[in-house]
């Protein structure tokens, strides 16, 4: 596979009945690797009617059954977690990985789950920031005090390091202004999400450079990339229909499929893979839904090497 732009693929965490085929996780993830595709990544839904594998603990797997592909979360909500047990949980994947890890973050758009978590979502965007920062803190320095809003810590430590310094990359995702600029402020790049259009995703671009050229941050520095959620095949109407299923026991949208998706043959995928592009992304994170080992292997050969 040769493409120009840089690739990635979502690892197939979610499955419809049945045990989970660990063996087809891992041979997706080695064909992957083998195929020359840059990253695997995985998606956050703690609660839902979709069955999905918890994030952090499919990177760890993922780890472990790979050797040079990055491994990345596309978002991980941290402000529902604690960050002290984060920070330590992947800081050990990056040490398993050997420093293959990229952590993608946000705030999350559903303020009502908050009680599930027994937090309030009250201040949730200042709890999410310093949490962040907190993290940033244990992976980069020897003894960590804090007395924040929502952290206390006295003197702590926190060991093994990641491997990569000062720590993993942060790539946020987010659409509000704000999120945008929290992404510039705390983050090493931005991940669009693949529920937004591309349309959508262009105006979040326009509004992200003109924060960066007022932080005075290059834009060749903070790299950007999206997910795209994708299906190649020639009967486009029953890419369609399967792709609509899925959003709808996963988002419970399923007419959301028609604004977001790529589909169809592979001049209609490389069609819709490139406006993306020409929005802004420099990383494309596909993510097949169905007959995703086959899904792989195509976009490898018809789609990859056109963009």
């Not at 978002?75 to 890890?101: E, F, N, W, Y």
Request: include cysteine; charged fraction near 20%; charge should be neutral.
């Amino acid at each position: 596979m040769n493409s120009r732009v840089t690739l990635g693929v979502a690892i197939p965490q979610t499955f419809v009945g049945g045990p989970v085929d660990t063996r087809g996780m891992r041979e997706f993830l080695q064909r992957a690797e083998a195929l020359g595709y840059e990253s695997a990544w995985v998606v956050e839904q703690i609660l839902g009617s979709a069955a999905s594998l918890e994030p952090v603990e499919t990177l760890a797997w993922a780890a472990a059954v790979t050797e040079r592909l990055r491994l990345g979360s596309a978002v991980l909500l941290t402000a529902l977690r604690s960050p002290v047990h984060l920070a330590k949980a992947l800081a050990t994947i990056d040490q398993l990985s050997h420093g293959r890890l990229i952590v993608g973050v946000g705030l999350g758009g559903n303020p009502k789950v908050y009680p599930a978590y027994g937090l309030a979502a009250e201040r949730r965007a200042a709890r999410f920031a310093e949490g962040l920062r907190l993290m940033k803190r244990l992976w980069t320095e020897p003894r960590v005090s804090m007395a924040g809003e929502f952290f206390r810590l006295e003197n702590a430590s926190m060991e093994p390091k990641p491997v990569q310094k000062p720590h993993p990359p942060l790539w946020f995702g987010g659409h509000h202004p704000q999120a945008l600029r929290r992404a510039v402020e705390l983050g090493d790049g931005f991940i669009g999400a693949g529920a937004a259009s591309t349309a959508t995703f262009a105006e979040e671009m326009r509004t992200l450079r003109a924060i960066l050229a007022e932080a005075g941050t290059a834009p060749a520095s903070f790299p950007v990339g999206k997910r795209v959620y994708i299906a190649l095949d020639r009967d486009r109407a029953r890419a369609g229909k399967r792709l609509a299923e899925w959003f709808g026991a996963f988002y419970g949208r399923p007419a959301l499929a028609e604004d977001v998706c790529v589909w169809g043959d592979a001049d209609a995928c490389v069609e819709g893979l490139r406006d993306v592009v020409a929005a802004g992304a420099g990383f494309l994170m596909l993510n097949p839904v169905f007959d995703e080992l086959e899904q792989l292997e195509r976009l490898a050969a018809d789609v990859a090497p056109r963009l």
